[in-house]
């Protein structure tokens, strides 16, 4: 279905709707970048594509901003492409069956994809008119931010000559998004010996937790499932002779766990399972306010064929779990109430000869970043073990004096009537990742209301696009 031809604003709304009738799923965003490509040659402005799939397009600056610093207008190509059971639709490879319910634009049966496809449409939009105000531009259209920020990650820096960089990928009108957390993953092996030792085989489990994503719910306190079944496996040593015969946890690192279990021999079980009891009742009363499924259970199980660890290995495995940091690692000097850093024992898994702990490592600062992983480095190797970083991204520092974030908090003062919510998140962004690549960029993220991205729920409210559409403008007329 066609968006009725009255609404507003018109402009953003009709390469919304154009760009919706292309599929474009992470992955496969050629035909929509196909698109842009074609859109720029036809107004004859320059446009560059790499081997990635990201596409710059540039603009001259309108008379009377020549000598202005450009400005970069950025946003991705790639949508999440979810449908509700039986939706016969397939926004993998089909348009989108778009309607209109009063002020919210939806597709039926599908994600909208306005994430991030109004900050295109947006951008085209600024191309497109050839009377509106405006600094030169840089309009960086990225591919494959939805499956771990590929494209960004793979751009070359030196295509872009601009420092200001508004990114138009937010989700909450009047949120202005002004710094987010670097990442990487800390890969911990540590060795193990086996061998025979006699006694009856256990299962400890740990189970019924919260979980949540390891940046924005970090800082709620929840229990960590690998921490939490350490805490319990420490109580059944101290009562009781054990080997560890192994321990798995968790899925993904940047997920906190939410399940976790070990088997175990013990030459006492009365005394294990006693202890093991007694642990999961004193966990259950800590964390009854933010996990309170928390269950810990003990039970025998079958023996299986792997002998368990030794005595010495068995406490370097609990040593590990035990003093790995974990959570929140130091909160923002400059945003009350930010997680600057965090640690996050994500995975925990045994093979044969080795146990491996996987953490994600979150900072707005790089500095703060090396020094957690050195921390856990010097700890692995005091054990015998090494460490291996994996995925390292930069994080997008807080700016104190950020002329851009000044300039937009005016213009938004001036349409609003109040002030912006000035915000950063614990979470990577492409910002983070385009602050790496240009040193001394000054970048602010904004956008409408999207609210239920990702979720054949998503819908975009027309009256909101059509503030930040007018915001937008404002803000480029003044950046001279």
């Known amino acids: 279905m066609s968006l009725p031809s009255n609404l507003e604003p018109r402009p953003v709304l009709s390469f919304f709707e154009q760009i919706c009738a292309i599929p474009h799923p992470s992955g496969h965003t050629a035909a929509l970048a196909d698109y842009c490509a074609a859109f720029a040659a036809a107004r004859g402005l320059p446009c560059r594509r790499d081997g990635a799939g990201n596409l710059l397009i540039t603009k001259p600056a309108a008379p009377g901003y020549e000598a202005a610093p450009p400005v970069i207008l950025q946003g991705h190509l790639d949508m999440v492409c979810q449908r509700q059971p039986g939706c016969p639709l397939d926004p993998e490879r089909e348009g989108l069956d778009l309607a209109v319910e009063g002020d919210w634009v939806y597709a ?80 911990c092996r540590l060795p193990l010996t086996r061998s025979p030792f006699p006694g009856e085989v256990l299962e400890v489990s740990v189970s019924g937790l919260a979980g949540g994503h390891s940046g924005t719910e970090i800082h709620r306190g929840r229990a960590n499932a690998c921490r939490a079944l350490a ?23 940047n997920a906190i766990p939410a399940a976790a279990s070990a088997r175990l021999v013990t030459g006492d079980a009365a005394a294990a399972l006693a202890a093991a009891e007694e642990r999961g009742a004193e966990l259950a009363e800590e964390f009854r306010a933010t996990d ?75 500095s703060r970043k090396t020094a957690m992983a050195e921390e856990i480095a010097a700890l692995t190797r005091a054990l015998g073990g090494g460490v291996e970083i994996q995925g390292d991204y930069p994080g997008w520092a807080y700016r104190e004096h950020s002329p851009l974030r000044a300039r937009m908090e005016e213009v938004y003062r001036e349409q609003y009537g109040e002030k912006p919510v000035i915000q950063a998140i614990h979470a990577g962004l492409e910002c983070g990742i385009l602050a790496g690549k240009l040193p001394g960029l000054d970048c602010v993220s904004v956008g409408p209301n999207l609210p239920d991205i990702h979720t054949p729920r998503e819908r975009m409210s027309l009256s909101s696009v059509g503030r930040v559409w007018r915001f937008l403008l404002e803000v480029l007329r003044r950046s001279r």
């Open 108 to 187: 039926r049966g599908t994600t909208l994809g306005a994430d991030d496809g109004v900050a295109v449409a947006m951008a085209l939009a600024v191309l497109d008119d050839p009377a509106l105000p405006h600094p030169a531009l840089e309009v960086l259209l990225t591919a494959d931010e939805e499956v771990g920020m590929l494209g960004a990650m793979a751009l070359d820096g030196s295509w872009l000559a601009g420092r200001q960089l508004i990114n138009l990928d937010s989700e909450v009108e009047g949120e202005f998004t002004v710094s987010c957390a670097g990442g990487c993953t800390a890969v």
């Open 231 to 253: 805490r319990v496996l420490s109580a059944v040593n101290a009562a009781a002779p054990m080997r560890l015969i192994s321990l798995e946890g968790g899925r993904r690192d």
């Open 292 to 366: 309170p499924g928390l269950t810990v259970s003990a039970a025998p199980c079958f023996p299986g064929e792997v002998n368990p660890m030794t005595r010495a290995d068995s406490e370097k495995a609990l040593t590990l779990l035990t003093c790995l940091p974990g959570g929140v690692q130091a909160m923002s000097a400059h945003i009350p109430g930010l997680v600057e850093a965090s640690l996050n024992l994500g995975v925990v898994e045994t093979g044969p000869d080795a146990l491996t702990a996987r953490l994600c490592l979150r900072s707005a600062v790089d």
